[in-house]
């Protein structure tokens, strides 16, 4: 029985290469790479490739699978975080305006926030923590014709854009709202939001900076 089952399965592989035209040498490269490879925390693996002097190239059986709707590449957006498209979960007239805003006040003020965020006391590291970003790049999971694997620091700037959230704004109306419950008008809440994001910001300031050191 088990010579039987030996020679089903190897009549059921050459069937299978012949339906998606694998030869030998990508039947052993899929074998390779994916024989001993496991799915991550559930992620799904991309289409099979093989690898040539041109990079990595899809196989027929990576098209099928492409096709289909098997496994896909993830296409995540790499370009300047404020020209990103509007989001459902955003106003697109506050995008735009934020966008103006944050626009006038970088042209206006690039320069001494650039020399702010040079600096190396405590004032600089809170100029860093808010004025630059650091956009991480993973090198997994990604299309094979993406080349940008490293991290890249943006020059100091100021982004308003998160103030065209939905859940910010509705975050900031229930601040306001369970303010009025305390006889707190719009002035006091504003200034204890101001206060407390600054304490938040000062201990984020000091933790990134030492984690940067380590």
Known sequence: SIRKTDEYLEKALEYLCQIFRLNEAQLSQLIRTRGG???????????????????????????????????????????????QPIRSYESATLVRL?????????????????????????????CRYHLT????VASSQRSPHTKWHSGRIQQPRVSLRFLASYRTLFSMLIVYFMGSWF??????????????????ACG???????????
């Open 37 to 83: 490879a496991a799915e991550e925390s559930g992620k799904k693996l991309l289409p099979d490739c093989i690898e040539d002097e041109e990079g990595l190239t899809l196989t027929p059986l990576g098209r099928y699978q492409i096709i289909n709707g098997l496994r896909k590449f993830q296409v995540e957006y790499q370009g300047d975080p404020e020209l």
């Open 183 to 200: 006889c707190l008008g719009p002035v006091a809440c504003t200034f204890l939001l101001l206060l407390g994001y600054l304490l938040f």
């Open 98 to 126: 934020l966008f103006r805003l944050s626009l006038a006040i970088n042209e206006r003020f690039g320069n001494q926030m650039e020399r702010l965020c040079a600096r190396e006391d405590f004032l600089g590291s809170f």
């Open 204 to 214: 984020m300031s000091v933790l990134t900076e030492k984690r940067q050191l380590h």
């Open 133 to 136: 970003s650091l956009s991480l």
